[in-house]
């Protein structure tokens, strides 16, 4: 079974500050997919970063960036010059390369950016 | 890009009524359908999985009589709760799967609040 946890259940930044969500996981897959999703207060899902296990690499979109460490199942995420509209819920989430496809989502990080 | 359309957005129902939960893919053919409780300030739980033209299939511990979902097209899944209680009263989300490195798009959810 695949299990994603969050252990940072609020964190606040200042505006134009960095912060780093953290995230860890457990699978005995050697190919999956994780993902970084932000759930504003409209509680729409919205897809921030996603990383391909087989790559070492990486993924970075704009002020988000991911440090990736597969031996450790650790997939933490960056947030560079914080903005107001940072503000939401962000999920975690695994995603196995084969076989059920749904995501795992973790507990969450309440972020909370202040001007 | 792939957006799934959610309706209703927010429904009170009275206890005892049944209620429908409708996802419109709008823009792609959606071959698969996740069904998603939210709490409370809490993570998003699958709840079952649809495939278009077969049976949805549930999480242990859902109730597969309660939580009708029917996918019988491409661009269409719901899920109908069944006389209803107040203990259903949560936020429902959709998803659809779009492919393995993609990801999933999100419906916009749906408040039920059962009284």
């Known amino acids: 079974a695949q299990t994603v946890t969050q252990s940072q259940p609020e964190m606040s930044v200042q505006e134009a500050e960095t912060v780093t969500l953290s995230c860890t996981y457990d699978t005995s897959e050697s190919n999956y997919y994780l993902f970084w999703y932000k759930q504003p207060p409209s509680r729409q899902m919205i897809l921030v970063i996603r990383?391909?296990?087989?790559?070492?690499q990486n993924a970075t979109e704009n002020r988000f960036s991911v440090n990736f460490q597969k031996a450790a199942k650790s997939f933490s995420l960056k947030i560079s010059d914080s903005q107001l509209g940072d503000t939401a819920m962000y999920f975690c989430?695994?995603?196995?390369?084969?076989?059920?496809?749904?995501?795992?989502f973790g507990t969450g990080t309440r972020l909370t950016v202040i001007p | 890009g792939a957006v799934v359309s959610q309706h209703p957005s927010r429904v009170i129902c009275k206890s005892g009524t049944s209620v429908k939960i409708e996802c419109r893919s709008l823009d792609f053919q959606a071959t698969t359908m996740f069904w998603y409780r939210q709490f409370p300030k809490q993570s998003l739980m699958l709840m079952a999985t649809?495939?278009?033209?077969?049976?949805?299939?549930?999480e242990q511990g859902v109730e597969k009589d309660k939580f009708l979902i029917n996918h019988a097209s491409l661009t269409l899944s719901t899920l109908t709760v069944t006389s209803a209680h107040p203990e259903d009263s949560s936020f429902y989300i959709c998803?659809?799967?779009?492919?393995?490195?993609?990801?999933?798009?999100f419906g916009s959810g749906t408040r039920l609040t059962v009284v």
């Open positions: 998803s659809a799967k779009l492919d393995r490195i993609y990801g999933y798009t």
């Open positions: 989430a695994f995603m196995k390369q084969t076989g059920a496809n749904n995501l795992f």
């Open positions: 990383q391909e296990a087989y790559k070492q």
């Open positions: 649809s495939n278009e033209g077969s049976k949805a299939t549930y």
